[in-house]
């Protein structure tokens, strides 16, 4: 038997229980709970926080991370918050839109929402004008540099543990809701 023929015998069954584990991770959680409850519990997390996790990513491809004060999700699960048009981040969105928000409460472990999205940037007076802050006034005196963050999700990922949703016991992958595009 060729070195390789025997090499390739010895090795096949660790590559073929490394390519079902990588294929068994990205199929969609089959859940037990229903999209409304698991919406719901998403959005009681969410407000809890007064803040949240901004995670985009630079030129590199490295992941940065930011605190932000986002505003409550939306009927659709939108998610809204504000930044200096000249930030980083405002950058990063533009070069790549694909960001990740995370909330929890770590303290309290209530549980967390991990959610996945498309971001877009704003420059609306109306959208601002609804959806201004008192602190907008100090941060942004004239308004110039204000500029919205709008988070689309695709995927919103979820643990409470109040409402019993938790993690799968095997893959510990949690209870995922994707959104269409």
């Known amino acids: 038997m060729s070195f390789h023929l025997s090499v390739l015998r010895t090795r096949l069954p660790f ?15 089959s859940s037990q709970y229903q999209r409304d409850s698991l919406i719901a519990a998403a959005r009681e997390i969410m407000g809890l926080q007064k803040y949240c996790a901004l995670i985009t990513i630079d030129s ?32 990063e969105i533009r070069r790549n839109p694909n960001v990740c928000l ?6 309290q472990a209530r549980g967390y ?8 940037l704003v420059d609306d007076l109306q959208e601002k004008l609804k959806r201004k802050r008192q602190y907008w006034t100090q941060a942004f005196p004239d308004w110039q540099y204000l500029l919205l963050i709008k988070v689309i999700p695709e995927e919103i990922e979820v643990v409470n543990y109040s409402k019993h949703i938790v993690n ?7 209870p995922t809701i994707g959104f269409a595009k």
């Open 15 to 29: 590559f073929v229980l490394a390519i079902s584990s990588m294929t068994m991770a990205q199929r969609p959680v």
């Open 60 to 91: 590199l491809h490295r992941a940065n991370v930011r605190t932000m004060n986002p505003f409550p999700p939306e009927a659709d699960m939108t998610v809204w918050m504000a930044t200096n048009s000249r930030s980083r981040k405002a950058e």
């Open 102 to 107: 995370y909330y929890a409460d770590h303290a």
């Open 113 to 120: 929402v991990n959610m996945k999205g498309t971001a877009i």
């Open 168 to 174: 799968d016991s095997l893959t510990w992958m949690p």
